[in-house]
């Protein structure tokens, strides 16, 4: 080996290894946030004992992150979705294969996530859990991005806290889709338009909510925000911009480098991501399962509500609401 050159056969440093769930062995990869489970192949056969601890572990770092999970094919991913609740399926975007599943083709026009959320917070019971898989990875770039929601919210000076709790947003998937991307292709501005707004969705939901299993309070933000309740549109988005830039301060944030097969699983109850796109023509394909959530609370005991949707005939239609960008 060359003098320069890191041992990379060398065993983690054991200050990074959190060793509080069980079983597991959890590599910290950033200071705040994300997880890397060593040593695990996920699948819909863990035990309950050791799913517990997954369970718990996600919780605690709010994304983890697994390497190498060959072993799941689509069905497999489903299966192991269906261990943390009911999943559903995009409301707009038809599924590979018949199947739940929600893929990003960045060959396609609405592959690339490039843009900070929450997903799917257009509904009022928005997913609490997804599961994402890479499929087809490129060979440099296509990381994502993600921060640390609730350790925004707790990191808020006193006063923007107290602001904070008293308000109420306006979520659509109809938001501004070029707002902050300097180049848009035709592809993707027309996947957009006629697949991704096919139908109009849009909750309210308070700045503020009370994790309901946890207990934190987060800030629920991200691009699908059309505006401030009870705020002029201006100070609407200056309120806005000011909040979110405190939830993606680089200190609350982890970032992953994608290997094939790799996979994570965060809280989206408590975070928001972003998918660099950096990565020119190159494939990148991944596969998303989704899991179905609840409204969301705020700090006084206020659920979320839904004030828009298209009619749906059939309880399937209603339950499909749930899912978009990864």
Do not use: C
Not at 14 to 19: G, R, V
Not at 94 to 120: C, I, M, N, Q
Not at 146 to 157: C, I, K, V
Request: charged residues 25%; hydrophobic residues 40%; without cysteine.
């Amino acid at each position: 080996m060359h003098p320069e050159e890191p041992d990379v056969s060398a065993p983690f440093h054991p200050d990074s290894i959190d060793t509080r769930f069980g079983e597991l062995r959890i590599r910290r990869v950033a200071g705040h946030i994300g997880g890397e489970v060593l040593d695990l192949k996920i699948g819909p056969d863990l035990s309950p004992e050791l799913f517990a601890q997954l369970n718990a572990a996600l919780l605690a770092h709010k994304v983890l992150f697994f390497r190498g999970q060959s072993q799941l094919d689509d069905e497999a991913h489903q299966a192991f979705g269906e261990r943390f609740g009911r999943i559903v399926a995009h409301p707009t975007v038809p599924a590979p294969g018949g199947t739940k599943l929600f893929e990003l083709d960045a060959s396609r026009g609405g592959g690339r996530a490039d843009s900070w959320h929450t997903d799917v917070t257009f509904v009022d019971a928005f997913p609490k859990i997804s599961i994402l898989r890479g499929v087809t990875i490129p060979a440099y770039g296509g990381d994502t991005v993600w921060a640390n929601t609730a350790r925004a919210y707790e990191r808020l000076p006193e006063p923007l806290k107290r602001l904070a709790e008293q308000l109420w947003a306006v979520h659509s998937n109809d938001y501004d889709y070029g707002a902050d991307r300097t180049e848009i292709s035709k592809e993707r501005l027309r996947h957009h338009n006629e697949v991704f707004v096919s139908a109009v969705y849009e909750a309210e939901h308070p700045l503020v909510h009370v994790h309901p299993e946890t207990g934190e309070r987060a800030l629920l933000l991200g691009h699908f925000i059309q505006k401030i309740v009870g705020l002029a549109s201006t100070e609407s988005q200056r309120l806005f911009e000011l909040l979110q830039a405190r939830a993606i301060r680089l200190e609350n944030t982890v970032r992953w480098q994608w290997r094939q097969d790799d996979v994570a699983i965060w809280d989206n109850r408590a975070t928001q991501h972003y998918a660099v796109n950096d990565y020119g023509d190159q494939p990148r394909v991944v596969r998303r399962v989704t899991v179905h959530g609840e409204p969301a609370v705020s700090v006084d005991g206020r659920r979320s509500r839904t004030r828009r949707r298209p009619e749906a005939s059939n309880d399937a239609q209603i339950d499909a609401l749930i899912a978009t960008t990864a």
